[in-house]
């Protein structure tokens, strides 16, 4: 794929200047909705690098993945204590939002940082993402920030359709 390894960068340097300005902003709790397996640079790391933070994340498998994908994300996480896998669908923000593992870590009555980076473009347009986004924005309190990055067909169109077939093969089902 044709520019994706620059796309999927660009992405990572987004997510983790995004978690330093929240962080910065007064942001303690973090959802990180369709993280998958955490990587170098993941939302709980970035955090918890800043001075003063005392973050807590929810990071992992939020949207549908393959089951040994959220065991190995546990794995990886489990001793570390302000941190949390959900399995859940994204597409059932009830689910999410109403989940134990959710509410034994993060407490939704305070100020939440809510990250979509790189999966909504996974989520077909039936599914009403613009919906979706609005039923987690609409859930967490004031002073909370929705972070949030997407795909587009701008700046290279040519690779736009090559990129549209593998999010379909990969998309939400």
Same mark, same amino acid.
């Given at each position: 794929m044709a520019g994706l390894p620059q796309i999927m960068r660009a992405n990572r340097a987004f997510l983790r200047r995004a978690v330093r300005f929240l962080v910065d902003s007064g942001i303690r709790q973090f959802l990180d909705i369709g993280s998958g397996?955490?990587?170098?640079?993941?939302? =709980?790391?970035?955090? /918890? #690098? #800043?001075p003063t933070s005392g973050a807590r994340s929810l990071p992992g498998g939020v949207r549908? /993945? #393959?089951?040994?994908?959220?065991? =190995?994300? #546990?794995? *990886? *996480?489990?001793a570390d204590p302000t941190t949390a896998v959900l399995e859940a669908d994204l597409r059932r923000p009830e689910d999410v939002l109403g989940h134990p593992e959710l509410s034994a870590l993060l407490d939704l009555d305070q100020p939440i940082a809510v990250l979509m980076v790189a999966v909504l473009h996974f989520v077909p347009a039936v599914d009403q993402p613009r919906e979706l986004i609005a039923q987690y924005r609409d859930a967490v309190p004031a002073g909370s920030y929705l972070a949030i990055s997407h795909a587009t067909r701008d700046g290279q169109p040519e690779l736009a359709a090559e990129h549209q077939t593998l999010y379909r093969r990969t998309a939400i089902r």
């Open positions: 397996i955490p990587t170098a640079g993941n939302v =709980h790391s970035v955090a /918890q #690098r #800043r549908r /993945q #393959r089951p040994v994908a959220v065991a =190995h994300s #546990r794995a *990886l *996480l489990e």
